[in-house]
């Protein structure tokens, strides 16, 4: 119900800045201003779902 904004990003420039495909990100976000960091390994990302299910 309703239109959102949507933001697809793709590119060899990704690549580039060391994202490969199926790794996992963290995004942090502020009015005007996204984010997105690449977790190493998916460790960080790991950790924070286990905070998260405690």
Do not use: H, M
């Amino acid at each position: 119900p309703g239109n959102y904004p949507d933001i697809r990003i793709a590119g060899k420039w990704l690549q580039n800045q060391g994202f490969s495909v199926g790794d996992y990100v963290k995004v942090a976000y502020r009015k005007g201003l996204i984010v997105i960091k690449k977790i190493c390994g998916g460790d960080e990302y790991e950790q924070e779902q286990t905070r998260d299910e405690a």
